[in-house]
Nanobody, 115 residues
């Protein structure tokens, strides 16, 4: 089992920045990837960014050039640096850990971009 906990959400003005954190604990060996998703009010959950154990990184087109995903030194932590935030980035942000064929989700952290 893997436990996933996100933190770092909050209220920020358009053009501002936030840094989200995700920590995985428990059986953290052989994690394939750590990923960020988000769900805006009234919409489905969408992919934001992914970092794999091999060092690969992928971004959704909507965040490319504004968001940066990175792994911590312990490899069981992932960060999402969000810059130039827009109102349409408002959503609950979820961290997902992929271990073999099993997906582990966190509870999510709210990000609100508003003036």
């Amino acid at each position: 089992q893997v436990q996933v906990v996100e933190s770092g959400g909050g209220l920020v003005q358009p053009g501002g920045s936030l840094r989200l954190s995700c920590a995985a604990s428990g059986s953290i060996f052989h994690i394939n990837s750590m990923e960020w998703y988000r769900q805006a009010p009234g919409k489905g959950r969408e992919f934001v960014a992914r970092t794999t154990s091999g060092g690969g990184i992928v971004y959704a087109d909507s965040v490319k050039g504004r968001f940066t995903i990175s792994r911590g030194n312990t490899k069981n932590t992932v960060y999402l640096q969000m810059d130039s935030l827009k109102p349409e980035d408002t959503a609950i942000y979820y961290c997902r850990v992929v271990k073999s064929t099993v997906l582990y989700w966190g509870q999510g952290t709210q990000v609100t971009v508003s003036s």
